[in-house]
């Protein structure tokens, strides 16, 4: 079983929508990263959180520490936002730990 | 700042060949990270430097990997001699850690995309 697990694993919605990615883990961790990759390959850090809730623009992350969650909110939804979206902790232990990554939400919006 | 820079962006090469990937940090950061990415597992740590010590390896596949990180500015990865299955995209990525205990943003490069025939 992965530590991090994403869902859903593909995403289909029209414009204008309200999208949810949700992420669950397993173990302790120290932060949860919510990452973007375009389909030219590159990555984006969107947000990093260890609590309580982060927005920037039409985009916001959520987590629960008790229940082991992490939601990646996207309103009003636009073409541009399709990319895959990855979930990603940074495990207990250490500030220097590499990142452990989710499979990833493929993500199509269309116009 | 240009941010992380990686080289060469594309590499093919035939099996046994031997393959070496760079990468430039952001100046002033002190932790490198080295992940791959291939359609069957997704993203992965391989190894990860702070302050240009290795500090966990345990992500790399075989001891035909090997990383480097002489300085600050500058890692490099290696395969030697490399196989068909090391094909995958090579990100490359740095953050700058203040404290121990306290996870940083991380910033990744544009990714190394080798084919080994």
């Known amino acids: 079983k992965n530590e991090v697990e994403q869902s859903p694993q593909n995403l289909t919605a029209q414009e204008g929508e309200f999208i949810t990615i949700n992420c669950s883990y397993s173990?302790?961790?120290?932060?949860l990263h919510w990452l973007q990759q375009h389909p030219g390959g590159g990555i984006v850090s969107l947000f990093m959180?260890?609590?309580g809730k982060k927005k920037h623009g039409r985009l916001i992350a959520t987590i629960n520490i008790q229940e082991k969650h992490s939601s990646l909110h996207i309103t009003a939804s636009h073409p541009r936002d399709s990319a895959v979206y990855i979930c990603?902790?940074?495990?207990?232990?250490?500030?220097?730990?590499?990142?452990?990554f989710g499979k990833g939400t493929h993500l199509i919006i269309q116009p | 700042d240009a941010g992380v820079i990686q080289s060469p962006r594309h590499e093919v090469t035939e099996m046994g060949q031997e393959v070496t990937l760079r990468c430039k940090p952001i100046s002033g950061h002190n932790s490198l990270f080295w992940y791959r990415q291939t359609m069957m597992r997704g993203l992965e740590l391989l190894i990860y430097f702070n302050n240009n010590v290795p500090i966990d390896d345990s992500g790399m596949p075989e001891d035909r990997f090997s990383a480097k990180m002489p300085n600050a500015s500058f890692s490099t990865l290696k395969i030697q001699p490399s196989e068909p299955r090391d094909s995958a995209v090579y990100f490359c990525a740095s953050s700058l850690v203040l404290m121990v205990g306290h996870p940083y943003e991380q910033y990744f490069g544009p990714g190394t995309r080798l084919t080994v025939t």
């Open positions: 959180l260890s609590s």
């Open positions: 990603a902790a940074t495990l207990s232990g250490g500030g220097a730990d590499g990142l452990t």
């Open positions: 173990v302790g961790i120290s932060a």
